[in-house]
């Protein structure tokens, strides 16, 4: 999306957009929330997103469907984490969001069952103090952080 290429980018101090109500939720969600999802975690490791205010669609013409919201986006000058491979952190991200319903441990198992066993990819998750059911919604910035780290660890 062209939110993720202008971060990427690296030319801004701050981004501010109007975007669907429903994307800036997600983009500000903190874990736990039914909105917060990968996007919500490269958005946070990046930026400090603020959502601002909603912006009716009586505001426009014509009327679109949905209501809009401002967001701001503060991009960091350093993440709020160390992560060794913010490459592999992020597949770490994205595999644990890829079967939203399932727990943390068979999500990963998608992305590295090829090269780790379910005990090996359960052991990385209970050794950063997390339940061995736990659901990847449930983890925040440190936890992925720390995750990512255990399992690069064992490959």
């Known amino acids: 999306p062209a939110i993720t290429a202008l971060i990427e980018s690296k030319c801004f101090e701050s981004i501010t957009v109007l975007v669907q109500k429903e994307v800036a ?21 990046y930026t400090e997103p603020e959502y601002l205010f909603a912006v009716p669609r009586e505001c426009f013409e014509p009327q679109p469907k949905v209501t ?16 060794e491979d913010e490459k592999f952190f992020f597949r770490v991200v994205y595999a644990a969001f890829a079967l939203r319903r399932k727990t943390l441990v068979n999500s990963l ?46 490959l």
Not at 68 to 83: G, I, K, Q, Y
Not at 110 to 120: C, I, N, P
């Open 25 to 45: 939720e997600r983009l500000c969600a903190a874990p736990g929330t039914s909105a917060y999802g990968a996007f919500s975690v490269f958005m946070q490791y």
């Open 68 to 83: 809009s919201a401002v967001l701001r986006a503060v991009v960091r000058r350093e993440p709020p984490v160390e992560v």
């Open 109 to 154: 198992m998608t992305a590295f069952g090829s090269q780790l066993t379910k005990e090996q990819v359960t052991q990385a998750v209970t050794s950063c103090g997390l339940e061995a059911n736990i659901r990847g919604e449930r983890l925040g910035l440190s936890e992925f952080a720390a995750l990512s780290a255990e399992i690069a660890a064992l």
